[in-house]
């Protein structure tokens, strides 16, 4: 794994608080969003930050690495790109998958403009890990993955989330970016505990810490990114620094954008948290962690050879081991793809893991995108609320990336477009979405306004993609190239 670099205290730079973040004391490194970098044209404020000493971190939202697919080349020679154009000490991304179907699944590919959770299983650990390491080889500089938040559950899962995180590490020795915003969304929304999470955590690996803020509705917790941090999620930070000392800590806000003043007293409310624990801890307060080195927290597995299924014996506790011939055991049994699964020690599918991985991501995300059955074992409320927040998602982003809409549309913009989105699932990034929303309106003779309608028309004319003539429309032209003069 190697040394992991300090990085210090940070904040997520936007277009939007650029100004804000170049004027705020005390800022050590800044993280973008990979995919908003435009490498030949950085902005101003970025290479300003950078001739300061600021160091800056890109941060992928796309490339899947949760996903049934393997990650798409192009996707990883671009991270790689911006990682050496920005001499960043490594990059990082989320233990997520974005986009399913396709050959895996000889269905359309679909895609959720959104992070979703992979199930925390033996299959999907397994085309993690294969991911991860394929990254890792086409990387420049280290990877760290981050854990995400996650409305819905998935049902039979065989381990919690801090053993998926450790025997993700022990695999493939990535980094670890710990979202405590993200630990306290999965209390609210799927009854875990963030402190035993943290106990299972192989803590040594964390490269840095996000810390944001979100808002409770109906009993379900949305990591907005675009709310003020509350207590409970600085209460989850307290809890990760008395175990370890992160590298970096880093504030997230993607929308909703505070005065800079706001921004600058939840930093140092981030500030205050770590030099509270710090205190304590110098205090004498030793705390479990402390206690434990990274060998003996290794979880305790059991190799099953009944019909070739593994099984966990039991959560990491404190000061027991497993065996150099345990580990071997279990890491030997499940590279082989001879996992458990959640009914029972049944004989393994005659298909792989990645493609029974491929085959549940596809039927979840289609559920929710597509309007298709809920999977068997699911809470359906609860895929309710996720399939309408990355609706709503959908239709914000869309109007970011294309404003003219909104613009166009008004008021009626947001209802059209949720009536499009039910219909016709996401599947080629959202500047297509885009396209495609604005056809279906001139479809349908929308907006009612001829005016409206026209500069509509104008507007999707200029931005789609040339199509190929039609054979007559060939057949004129050539006509006209060889006969030119007869058809002055």
């Keep these: 794994m190697g040394t992991i670099e300090k990085l210090g205290t940070g904040i997520g730079w936007r277009p939007e608080i650029a100004t804000a973040v170049e004027e705020l004391p005390g800022i050590d490194w800044v993280e973008v969003v990979a995919e908003n970098l435009c490498p030949s044209h950085l902005p101003d404020s970025l290479l300003r930050l950078r001739e300061r000493g600021v160091t800056v971190v890109p941060h992928g939202v796309s ?34 998958f974005v986009r399913a179907g396709g050959p895996l699944t000889a269905s359309p590919g679909l895609e959720a403009g959104h992070l979703l959770p992979v199930p925390r299983t033996w299959d999907a650990l397994h085309v993690l890990c294969e991911n991860v390491r394929a990254a ?15 409305l819905i559950s998935w049902p039979g899962e065989e ?41 299972e955590l192989p803590v040594e690996a964390i490269a840095y810490v996000h810390v944001a803020g979100g808002v409770e509705k109906d009993g379900v917790w949305h990591d907005t990114h675009a709310h003020p941090v509350t207590a409970p999620v600085l209460g989850v930070l307290a809890q990760l620094r008395d175990r370890v000392d992160p590298p970096g800590v880093l504030l997230e806000r993607d929308d909703d954008f505070p005065p800079a003043a ?69 890491k030997e049994t499940v590279t082989a793809g001879e996992s458990a699964t959640a009914r029972g020690n049944a004989p393994a599918s005659t298909t792989g893991p990645r493609q029974r991985l491929a085959l549940a991501e596809t039927a979840l995300l289609s559920a929710l995108v597509a309007g298709t059955p809920s999977p068997e074992g699911f809470d359906t409320r609860r895929l309710g609320v996720q399939s309408r927040a990355l609706a709503a998602k959908r239709a914000d982003v869309v109007a970011q990336v294309a404003p003219e809409l909104p613009a166009l549309l008004g008021a009626g913009y947001r209802t059209a477009f949720l009536a499009y989105a039910t219909s016709r699932p996401m599947s080629g990034g959202y500047r297509r979405d885009a396209l495609d929303f604005a056809e279906q309106l001139l479809r349908a003779g929308l907006p009612a306004d001829a005016a409206a309608r026209r500069r509509l028309a104008l507007w999707w004319q200029e931005r789609s993609a040339p199509r190929r003539p039609t054979r007559a429309a060939r057949f004129a032209r050539a006509a006209r190239t060889r006969f030119g003069r007869a058809y002055r």
């Design 159 to 199: 381990l919690t989330e801090g053993q998926f995180l450790a025997e993700l590490v022990e695999r493939t020795g990535v980094r670890l970016l710990i979202d405590v915003a993200n630990l306290h969304t999965n209390h609210v929304n799927r009854g875990e505990d963030p402190a035993a999470a943290l106990d």
């Design 262 to 330: 706001e921004l600058a007293g939840e930093l140092s409310a981030i500030r205050e948290t770590l030099a509270a624990r710090e205190a304590v801890t110098a205090r004498g307060a030793v705390t479990v962690r402390e206690a434990v080195t990274a060998r003996e927290a290794v979880t305790v597995r059991e190799a099953v050879t009944a019909r070739g299924a593994v099984t966990v014996r039991g959560a990491v506790t404190v000061g027991e081991s497993a065996t150099a011939r345990e580990a071997a055991a279990v």
């Design 63 to 96: 490339l899947g690495v949760g996903g049934a697919e393997r990650p798409a080349a192009d996707r990883l020679a671009a991270l790689a790109e911006r990682a050496l154009l920005l001499e960043s000490p490594l990059v990082t991304e989320h233990i997520a």
């Design 136 to 150: 890792q080889d086409a990387l420049p500089v280290p990877l760290a993955l981050e854990n995400i938040a996650a």
